[in-house]
């Protein structure tokens, strides 16, 4: 029951930091060259154990539609959860499953932690994008 209550008080303020602060993150894609743009995207399952994927768009697309093909051609497990205007939550990759070892799915943007959901977050061409399997500082 604790560890619900802490994981329901976590979407709660996580949602209130999405809604009030939307930071320098962009929130609306730009507008892209017809050349190909490319990101780099990390995800950090523990310490040593992380894998590396580049991701080629033309046109802009969120971060969660990104995650979510990466983690099919990887054969990953991925699961989300859809808290509707305050938007998407990824709570899993693989095998880790937010709340286990009291650690969540979070993401970095140029090694900056995003406080944006990742269904509003469009990517621009060269930036690193590092998913984290971290304990939450919320």
Same mark, same amino acid.
């Given at each position: 029951?604790?560890?619900?209550?802490?994981?329901? @008080?976590?979407?709660?303020?996580?949602?209130?930091?999405?809604?009030?602060?939307?930071? $320098? @993150?962009?929130?609306?894609?730009?507008?892209?060259?017809?050349?190909?743009?490319?990101? /780099?995207?990390?995800? =950090?399952?523990? &310490?040593? !154990? @992380?894998?590396?994927?580049?991701?080629?768009?033309? /046109?802009?697309?969120?971060?969660?539609?990104?995650? &979510?093909?990466?983690? $099919?051609?990887?054969?990953? $497990?991925? =699961?989300?959860?859809?808290?509707? *205007?305050?938007?998407?939550?990824?709570?899993?990759?693989? *095998?880790?499953?937010?709340?286990?070892?009291?650690?969540?799915?979070?993401?970095?943007?140029?090694?900056? =932690?995003? =406080?944006?959901?990742? !269904?509003?977050?469009?990517?621009?061409?060269?930036?690193?994008? &590092?998913?984290?399997?971290?304990?939450? &500082?919320?």
């Amino acid at each position: 029951m604790k560890k619900l209550s802490i994981f329901i @008080i976590l979407i709660i303020a996580v949602g209130a930091i999405f809604y009030f602060w939307q930071g $320098n @993150i962009n929130t609306r894609p730009q507008n892209l060259s017809s050349s190909d743009n490319k990101i /780099t995207v990390s995800f =950090q399952f523990s &310490e040593q !154990d @992380i894998k590396q994927a580049n991701f080629e768009f033309k /046109t802009p697309v969120n971060l969660s539609t990104i995650t &979510e093909f990466i983690s $099919n051609q990887e054969a990953w $497990n991925y =699961q989300v959860e859809d808290y509707g *205007d305050m938007g998407i939550l990824i709570t899993q990759i693989r *095998d880790k499953e937010n709340g286990q070892d009291q650690k969540y799915w979070q993401y970095f943007v140029n090694n900056e =932690q995003a =406080q944006i959901s990742v !269904d509003k977050y469009f990517p621009n061409n060269g930036e690193n994008i &590092e998913w984290k399997f971290i304990e939450s &500082e919320f």
